[in-house]
């Protein structure tokens, strides 16, 4: 019997060295370096824990992957930059780049642009509500959203945050005469579209709009309410927060981001982008 066991022994062990230098030739011919790629089912990759270095590297080497077969857009959340590496070495390669950073570049990168008086209304409702629970938030959410779409019809097709958070404010009592609605757009919005007692009732609605909207209007929207043109993806989209200590609106940003990504999915054509968080 040990004589069978030494034996086999020596067989599996042949075979497996083998094996072994089977592989090594493979590896010799093969590429350093090579684009590994999502198939069958695996169509998303959660990635837990980890170091912003090994962030980096992860975001570089995957990202650098992805790019070789489809366009890549990434909403950065960390306020760490940690897709900085992956923006650097794809436009030394020559891949069109945009680059933001949020809150400063709010309105050139476009993050509210293409989305509908409704799309707007409910993605600034959810993006204030994030976090919170069910019940009494819903209500909210669904008053918050009725009321964006009323100040959206008041204001016709020119809206810029700055006009939004103005018109919110002359909903409010505050007349400004120097701001960007003219007087007819600040006595319609003031008379015409909320009745008294209709507004007495949603103050709370129209104090918690006007205090987002009037943050964000300053970073997307120039002086005097003008807004920047804001700029198209490109094969690489970087979205990133400023690194910044967070807050109810860095919060905000984040949760518009998530919005425009399902815009930008929803709307794109072939190849379809991919999609990094």
Not at 137 to 150: C, F, K, N, S
Not at 158 to 185: C, K, N, Q, W, Y
């Amino acid at each position: 019997v040990d004589v069978e066991h030494q034996q086999a022994l020596m067989a599996w062990q042949q075979r497996e060295a083998a094996w072994q230098q089977a592989e090594f030739r493979k590896l010799e011919t093969a590429a350093e370096w090579g684009s590994v790629m999502l198939t069958g089912s695996a169509l998303s990759i959660d990635v837990f824990g980890g170091s912003l270095p090994g962030w980096r590297a992860l975001l570089t080497t995957h990202g650098t992957s992805l790019l070789a077969a489809q366009p890549v857009l990434v909403v950065d959340l960390t306020g760490e930059l940690a897709g900085q590496e992956l923006v650097q070495l794809a436009t030394a390669a020559g891949i069109p780049v945009a680059s933001w950073l949020l809150p400063a570049d709010l309105g050139a990168s476009g993050l509210l642009a293409g989305l509908s008086p409704a799309q707007f209304a409910t993605a600034l409702a959810e993006a204030m509500h994030a976090g919170q629970g069910p019940g009494g938030a819903r209500a909210d959410r669904a008053v918050d959203v009725r009321v964006l779409e009323q100040f959206h019809g008041a204001l016709g097709s020119d809206i810029t945050l700055a006009r939004l958070a103005a018109a919110v404010r002359a909903a409010l009592g505050h007349r400004d005469l120097d701001g960007p609605l003219s007087a007819a757009e600040q006595a319609v919005i003031t008379e015409k579209v909320f009745p008294a007692g209709y507004r007495e009732q949603i103050e709370p609605n129209l104090i918690r709009i006007e205090a987002f909207l009037s943050v964000l209007a300053r970073h997307a929207d120039g002086p005097g309410g003008a807004a920047g043109v804001p700029q198209p993806p490109a094969y690489l989209t970087w979205l990133a927060l400023e690194p910044a200590a967070q807050s109810a609106h860095v919060e905000v940003l984040a949760a518009l981001a998530v919005q425009w990504l399902t815009v930008q999915v929803t709307g794109s054509t072939e190849p379809a982008p991919a999609v990094i968080i």
